[in-house]
């Protein structure tokens, strides 16, 4: 369990003084400009809230995010998995061990896979007791309700397709979903969504289907291999341990599948130390369960 009760309650008091100030500080300083923009315009790397502020609430619960916008950021991470009965839910494990007590409520049906269980069955856990007490009822969200929830805090999404060789065809139904929820007009797909996968197959599936969307490839192509790459994204997103500025610099070299300079942007980085380092080497953008320690290290927003 990662908790730091201290930190929560600063947190707690900055969310309640932005709120006074008329919202969060990131939407305030970046306004509608595009990540790459406001950074060129403000000098720091883009933090994004890993699974909402996911060092002080239950990953990838509506408590988390609403943190993550009471702290000041407004550029959210999530994972999204699909259910026996077709709903997709946010979530990051494909089982629901570790964080719902599937356990107690479903005994012997390990090993309790996300896509065994329908919606419904899934909404009866509790994905917050393993993380405090004090988050006890927070639920796995549906997609629908954590775009919803995003929408309704002014939050911009960094969405991941999680392990989608389980789930074939999720790329076409998360971008329904997306259109359903409307998420993909023009204000959206340019300035407040991004879709990356691990999978370099899924997000060529999502160019193809919606060439305006932004997208991202998670991990580090050997720099020969980001050629490639470039075809079909516009970021790649690499662990923080597996990269140089020289690494850096080549993807920066790169025109992306929408003609501009393709972007960095590392996880998972929780410290000041290192959030300076991979500052040092040029990243566009920080991804952080600890927002608020990034933000402090480098001037990001």
Same mark, same amino acid.
């Given at each position: 369990m990662?908790?730091?009760?201290a930190?929560?309650a600063a947190a707690?008091?900055?969310g309640?003084t932005?709120t006074l100030?008329?919202?969060?500080?990131?939407?305030?300083?970046?306004?509608?400009?595009?990540?790459t923009?406001?950074r060129a315009?403000f000098g720091g790397?883009?933090?994004?809230?890993?699974?909402g502020?996911?060092?002080?609430?239950p990953e990838n619960t509506l408590e988390?995010i609403?943190?993550?916008?009471?702290?000041?950021f407004?550029?959210?991470?999530? &994972?999204v998995q699909r259910?026996r009965? #077709?709903?997709?839910? $946010?979530?990051?494990?494909?089982t629901? @061990?570790?964080? +719902? /007590?599937?356990?107690?409520?479903?005994?012997?049906?390990q090993?309790?896979r996300?896509?065994?269980?329908?919606a419904?069955?899934i909404a009866r856990?509790?994905?917050?007791s393993?993380?405090?007490?004090?988050y006890?009822?927070?639920?796995?969200?549906t997609l629908?309700?954590?775009l919803?929830?995003?929408?309704?805090?002014q939050?911009?999404?960094l969405?991941e397709?999680?392990?989608?060789?389980?789930?074939?065809?999720?790329?076409?139904?998360?971008?329904a979903v997306?259109e359903?929820?409307?998420?993909?007009?023009?204000?959206?797909?340019t300035?407040?969504l991004?879709?990356q996968?691990?999978s370099?197959d899924?997000?060529r599936?999502v160019h193809?289907?919606r060439p &305006?969307?932004v997208?991202?490839f998670l #991990?580090?192509p050997a $720099?020969?291999?980001?050629?490639?790459? @470039?075809q079909f +994204? /516009?970021r790649i997103n690499p662990?923080?341990t597996?990269?140089?500025a020289?690494?850096?610099?080549?993807?920066h070299?790169?025109l992306?599948?929408h003609g501009?300079?393709m972007e960095?942007d590392?996880w998972?980085?929780?410290?000041?130390a290192t959030?300076?380092?991979?500052?040092s080497m040029g990243?566009?953008?920080?991804?952080?369960?600890?927002?608020d320690?990034?933000?402090?290290?480098?001037?990001g927003?």
């Amino acid at each position: 369990m990662y908790v730091r009760p201290a930190a929560a309650a600063a947190a707690a008091f900055l969310g309640f003084t932005l709120t006074l100030l008329g919202g969060t500080a990131s939407y305030a300083v970046a306004g509608p400009d595009s990540p790459t923009t406001a950074r060129a315009a403000f000098g720091g790397p883009v933090v994004y809230a890993h699974r909402g502020a996911s060092a002080y609430a239950p990953e990838n619960t509506l408590e988390s995010i609403d943190l993550a916008m009471q702290l000041g950021f407004d550029w959210v991470e999530n &994972d999204v998995q699909r259910t026996r009965d #077709g709903e997709l839910v $946010v979530i990051h494990d494909d089982t629901l @061990a570790r964080t +719902t /007590d599937v356990e107690q409520v479903f005994p012997g049906r390990q090993p309790w896979r996300v896509k065994d269980f329908t919606a419904a069955e899934i909404a009866r856990l509790d994905a917050g007791s393993w993380f405090g007490e004090e988050y006890g009822g927070a639920r796995v969200p549906t997609l629908r309700e954590y775009l919803h929830r995003v929408q309704r805090n002014q939050q911009r999404l960094l969405l991941e397709i999680k392990k989608p060789e389980l789930y074939p065809g999720i790329e076409e139904q998360t971008l329904a979903v997306l259109e359903d929820a409307g998420w993909l007009d023009e204000r959206h797909v340019t300035r407040r969504l991004v879709v990356q996968s691990f999978s370099a197959d899924s997000v060529r599936i999502v160019h193809g289907l919606r060439p &305006d969307l932004v997208t991202a490839f998670l #991990g580090t192509p050997a $720099v020969a291999d980001l050629p490639r790459y @470039a075809q079909f +994204t /516009d970021r790649i997103n690499p662990w923080h341990t597996t990269i140089s500025a020289d690494w850096v610099a080549a993807v920066h070299g790169l025109l992306g599948a929408h003609g501009k300079a393709m972007e960095v942007d590392t996880w998972i980085v929780d410290d000041a130390a290192t959030a300076r380092k991979v500052q040092s080497m040029g990243v566009d953008g920080i991804i952080t369960n600890a927002p608020d320690v990034v933000r402090e290290a480098v001037g990001g927003y």
